[in-house]
């Protein structure tokens, strides 16, 4: 927070299309993270990171705050000798992996997960995958796909696990709704009971809780995206003949509501029996909506970039809450999938594509929001200076999406304004 | 390749990240895959530091690789120095940005930034997290100590002055180094000492310049001080005090050391805290002769097993350290409590270990509590790394004689207590108070131990598996009798009467363990 003071960042540059794109140092986790919350969503899959100390340390400082007894990730460490010929590398991966179903007979899907020293070295895992799935098939699929920071931010590395997944679905002719992206088993459960009580016969989700149960796939598939960071998956989908349905994402009443509309509409659900099922839950987000209203309507709130979650969020914020936007951040913005998202957000948002943490720093500190949005690396000192900060991460695990956790969301914005005038210490 | 479900120690830049964040004034520009800020997170979470750790990170991408990736890094270092304006810096690579060479060392030596670039090489694939702070602050000091520097004359205008003794060794991210230094510090103005530099910690590069004036110096924690303490040692010729003062008799043996060292007399009463009468006091009999394993960082595993048996009376049965650098402080101490020494860095060893050896507690890291978790021991901890919760708010030091009072109660509280050890051993069938349930005072269902059951009958499964099972011998040759009267003995030391049992057994070419060979060989091992 040292260096330049609040007059040094001038207007930034803006592209012709609105947003400031950035490059420099930027403060975010790598795809490898997703493993926190992916190996809990599907309980028999075990992630295997093939990566440096820096990969496992990553890992156990992210999770080992939990205590376990069996955790269902670890990493193959890349030692020296690995380094010096590659296929010395492939038969200690095959020796790891074998020691390690026979510690686990129970894992059913295994992940190799790429990381930067894998990718750098050139490590062929989607090879090592074919190999050990030809060796443990059918007790144990193998898969992989790449978490590494070089080539994916947070959020980025549930999309490639995903995106892995697909190629090997089973095909499936059926006429069917895919809610595609990991929720919460309760929201999950929500959504489900919604789709059935509008009539829709066939709804299926991924990724499955269990390795043995991932749905089937082909052209009479439609998808909803349920998370707005799955480019890859979406693009996986597509190739497989599914359709992919534009929408909101399904945070609020209003996100949610054009969320299931797309559906409904996709699967020919009349208006009449729409407004039925939906009015009622969506009359209890609204009015549980209400109560953090009066906090955080017109309250200034900027997004560093993290999961991009941060464009549903702000538009949600803006539009349900009343909230100022004052740069929302995004590690990567996909126009395609935020299409509906950016025409409802407020027009003259500054929306910032990458980072410059030091220059976006400075910008927090010049427009000192009420509120800030970040990650755990910047909270606290954050913090310290006086500017009352919402960690992002949390987002990300946290029952958020659907009507009956409209109300849950908006009150992880305004806990840390109602605890920052609640303490007197 | 290594399999590693956790690991003991981070990559050596991290290391280098425990030195620069200690330290005040001090920048450290590290080239380094967007990602790697993760590491921020230690300090500002872990340690909850109220700044942003002094590193700057290149972050390249995928997408840079293909192009001028050094030049990201002179970037870099040039931006920082310009916003920092730091008194020193420190450049080196992490283990990604080690494979494409672009040796920022050499760079940054040829930028000509207006201030010292202390360059570090930090092997990420063959070295880790100990030895990279060890490193960067050996080479800080080598790089940064004026050689020039003596202490002041003993006497001065204004009479005899006090000894002075630089502190080394306490970094950001160790495990109750804020509060050692303070109980280390207020021990040696008791003995009339004053302190020079206390380093990393707190320091800035011009501290480290005056190192030279202090009259010896006081290597707290060997793993990141010793080598810059030897390089003292033969350049300022100051003395090093190498005691570890953890436990009562060690915090003895350091103060006799110093007092040496800088040639004071010994003080007549130091007050020595309350954990000998503690541990002296009859309600701590109970403790006579527990096992306990101990695995950590050397200095504090050493340090742990001397507490232990000498002063409350456990019986070490496996001590070990994940740091080979200091492989050889463990052998010896093995020795001297006739157990094998462990070490490793492999936590699949180390489980096995613990297996075998049955304590009835462990002391051990982070990780040795996933382990107890899992083999449903009481464990504490006594080393990094550690999590959150061991970096308290409130005093806890591990040194000196504060320090031992906080080590009583820290290993004797997840033990069950005296009165409920008594009474879980004569009444084996209680619906509430039960192996199962874990020690009451830790609160019911507590996380380290299975739901507990609603009905009587489960709360002993050992029993009531033993008395469905077949009639037929179980695995192992024991018979159902002898598996039910096995489970009657206390949880906590079942496993080594189980194991002693069937090494009685086949020592003797017993086939099938009745009743009596249990009992046998209970009275075989008493001897």
């Not at chain 1, 549930?158 to 709704?177: G, I, N, T």
């Not at chain 1, 349900?320 to 590690?331: A, F, I, K, S």
């Not at chain 1, 910032?352 to 755990?376: F, H, I, M, N």
Request: aromatic share 8%; net charge negative.
């Amino acid at each position: 927070m040292s260096g330049a003071g609040p007059n040094a960042c001038a207007a930034p540059p803006v592209g012709a299309d609105g947003i400031l794109r950035e490059r420099g140092q930027r403060e975010v986790f790598c795809g490898l993270t997703g493993i926190i919350w992916l190996h809990r969503k599907i309980q028999d899959a075990f992630f295997l990171v093939v990566g440096s100390r820096t990969c496992a340390h990553l890992l156990q400082s992210a999770a080992g705050v939990m205590v376990f007894a069996e955790p269902r990730f670890g990493t193959a460490i890349i030692e020296e000798k690995d380094l010096a010929g590659l296929a010395d590398a492939n038969e200690e991966l095959d020796r790891v992996v074998t020691r390690l179903l026979a510690r686990r007979p129970d894992i059913r899907m295994l992940f190799l997960v790429g990381s930067c020293p894998s990718e750098v070295i050139k490590l062929d895992l989607s090879r090592a995958a074919q190999r050990l799935n030809q060796r443990f098939a059918p007790n144990c699929h193998v898969l992989n796909y790449s978490g590494s920071g070089i080539e994916t931010t947070f959020t980025q590395g549930e999309d490639a696990c995903l995106a892995a997944l697909v190629p090997e679905l089973p095909f499936s002719d059926a006429r069917q709704l895919m809610v595609v992206g990991s929720l919460p088993d309760v929201v999950e459960d929500q959504f489900l009971r919604l789709f059935a009580d509008l009539g829709i016969e066939k709804v299926v989700s991924l990724p499955a809780r269990r390795a043995g149960a991932m749905p089937g796939v082909g052209p009479n598939t439609r998808y909803l995206l349920a998370q707005p960071f799955l480019a890859e998956t979406g693009t996986a989908l597509d190739k497989r003949g599914a359709v992919h349905l534009s929408a909101l994402f399904p945070f609020g009443a209003e996100g949610t509501t054009a969320w299931l509309h797309a559906a409904a509409q996709a699967f020919g659900v009349s208006e009449d029996r729409f407004e039925m099922v939906t009015a009622p839950p969506r009359e209890r987000a609204r009015k549980a909506l209400a109560a953090h209203r009066d906090k955080l309507a017109g309250k200034r709130i900027f997004f560093l970039p993290d999961s991009q979650l941060e464009v549903p969020l702000a538009r949600f914020l803006a539009g349900e809450l009343g909230m100022g936007l004052v740069e929302v951040g995004t590690p990567y913005l996909h126009k395609g999938h935020l299409i509906d998202e950016l025409a409802a957000l407020p027009p003259g948002t500054l929306i910032s594509e990458g980072q410059d943490v030091e220059k976006q720093l400075d910008r927090v500190q010049a427009s000192r929001p009420d509120l800030t949005v970040c990650g755990l690396g910047l909270a606290n000192p954050l913090e310290k200076t006086g500017l009352s900060t919402k960690w992002a991460i949390e987002l990300v695990f946290s029952p958020i999406h659907g009507y009956e956790q409209a109300g849950d969301l908006a009150e992880l914005f305004a806990r840390p304004l109602n605890r920052r005038d609640l303490l007197r210490v | 390749m290594q399999l590693t479900v956790w690991t003991y120690e981070g990559p050596p830049h991290v290391g280098a990240m425990r030195v620069a964040t200690g330290m005040k004034g001090l920048h450290y520009v590290l080239h380094a895959p967007q990602g790697d800020t993760y590491a921020d997170l230690l300090f500002t979470m872990i340690e909850r530091r109220d700044h942003r750790p002094p590193v700057t990170y290149t972050t390249f991408q995928a997408r840079d690789l293909g192009k001028d990736t050094a030049e990201l890094f002179k970037t870099a270092a040039r931006e920082a120095y310009d916003r920092f304006q730091p008194q020193a810096m420190i450049v080196g690579a992490s283990c990604t940005a080690e494979l494409i060479q672009d040796d920022p060392a050499g760079l940054a030596e040829t930028m000509g930034l207006a201030c010292p670039v202390i360059p570090l090489e930090l092997p990420s694939y063959s070295r880790k997290e100990n030895w990279g702070a060890s490193e960067t602050f050996y080479q800080l000091v080598r790089g940064l100590a004026d050689k020039e520097r003596r202490p002041p004359p003993a006497v001065g205008e204004a009479g005899p002055r006090r000894p002075r003794a630089n502190i080394l060794g306490p970094t950001a991210l160790g495990f109750r180094h804020r509060d050692d230094v303070v109980e280390i510090s207020r021990l040696l103005g008791q003995l009339g000492i004053d302190v020079n530099v206390v380093a990393p910690m707190g320091a800035t590069p011009a501290d480290l310049v005056r190192l030279g004036e202090a009259d010896f110096n006081i290597c707290l924690y060997p793993e990141i001080a010793a080598q810059a303490c030897s390089w003292l040692e033969r350049t300022f010729r100051q003395k090093t005090v190498k005691t570890v003062p953890i436990g009562v008799n060690a915090t003895r043996e350091f103060v006799s050391e110093v007092c040496q060292v800088a040639g004071v007399m010994m003080p007549g009463a130091v007050d020595q805290g309350r954990m000998g009468w503690w541990s002296r006091s009859v309600d701590s009999t109970y403790l006579t002769g527990k096992r306990v394993f101990i695995f950590g960082d050397a200095t504090h595993a050493v340090a742990a097993a001397r507490v232990a048996s000498e002063e409350l009376g456990f019986k070490v049965v496996g001590l070990g350290c994940y740091n080979r650098e200091f492989a050889r402080e463990i052998r010896a101490a093995a020795e001297k409590y006739g157990v094998d020494p462990l070490i490793t860095d492999d936590y699949l060893v180390v489980e096995e270990a613990i297996e075998a050896a049955a304590p009835e507690l462990v002391l051990g890291t982070q990780m040795e509590r996933h382990i107890a978790k899992r083999l449903r021991l009481p464990c504490a901890v006594i080393s990094a790394p550690v999590h959150v919760q061991d970096f308290p708010a409130r005093y806890s030091p591990q040194m000196g004689f504060e320090g031992a009072n906080v080590l009583f109660d820290t290993w004797v509280h997840p033990l069950v207590m005296g009165l409920e050890e008594h009474l879980l051993t004569m009444f084996r069938e209680d619906f509430e108070f039960s192996d199962a349930a874990g020690p009451s005072h830790l609160g019911h269902a507590s996380a380290a131990h299975a739901p507990v059951p609603a009905m009587a009958e489960a709360a002993a499964p050992a029993v009531a598996v033993a008395e469905t099972a077949p009639a037929t011998p179980q695995p192992g040759g024991w018979t159902d009798e002898a598996l039910a009267e096995l489970g009657k003995i206390p949880f906590f030391v079942r496993g080594k009467a189980r194991r002693n049992t069937e090494r009685y057994a086949a020592e003797h070419g017993v086939a099938t363990i009745t009743r009596e060979t249990l009992y046998e060989a209970k009275a075989h091992y008493a001897r």
